[in-house]
Nanobody, 127 residues
Framework: QLQLVESGGGLVQSGGSLRLSCAAS????????VGWFRQAPGQEREGVSC????????MYADSVKGRFTISRDNDKNMVYLQMNSLKPEDTAVYYC????????????????????WGQGTQVTVSS
C-alpha cells in the first residue's frame, strides 16, 4: 500500500522560498500521478499543482503559476514542490496525494480521484 510523507514546511518571510518533499513508500510511484493540495484554516482544500507519472505533464493553480514548480524523481520515489516568492496567502497545510492511473495527463480539480494522502506539512508565510 502506497504511503506518502511530506516534509520541508516551515515559517518563512514573504518573498522567501521553501521546497516541499513528498516521499513515497510501499509502492513505486511510476504509475501514479501526484498532486499537491493545501488547506488554510477555515477554507476548503484546494489543488495547487500536479504532475503526471512520467513527469511529462504538469498543472498549476492560477494563484501559484510562475512561482511554484513541481517535479519528481521516480528513481528516488520522490515528488517536490519548489515554492518561490511566497506570499502570506500561501499559508496553509500542504498535502501530497497520489492517483494510480495510466493517463499521461494530470488534474487536481477532482481531488476525490486521489486515494493516497500524506499527513501534511505546515507552511506559514509572514508578512
Amino acid at each position: 500500500q502506497l504511503q506518502l510523507v511530506e516534509s520541508g514546511g516551515g515559517l518563512v518571510q514573504s518573498g522567501g522560498s521553501l521546497r516541499l518533499s513528498c516521499a513515497a513508500s510501499g509502492s513505486r510511484l511510476d504509475n501514479y500521478n501526484v498532486g499537491w493540495f493545501r488547506q488554510a484554516p477555515g477554507q476548503e482544500r484546494e489543488g495547487v499543482s500536479c504532475i503526471s507519472d512520467a513527469g511529462g505533464n504538469t498543472m498549476y493553480a492560477d494563484s501559484v503559476k510562475g512561482r511554484f514548480t513541481i517535479s519528481r524523481d521516480n528513481d528516488k520515489n520522490m515528488v517536490y514542490l519548489q515554492m518561490n516568492s511566497l506570499k502570506p496567502e500561501d499559508t496553509a497545510v500542504y498535502y501530497c496525494a497520489a492517483h494510480y492511473t495510466f493517463a499521461t495527463w494530470c488534474t487536481f480539480t477532482l481531488s476525490s480521484i486521489y486515494k493516497s494522502w500524506g499527513q501534511g506539512t505546515q507552511v506559514t508565510v509572514s508578512s
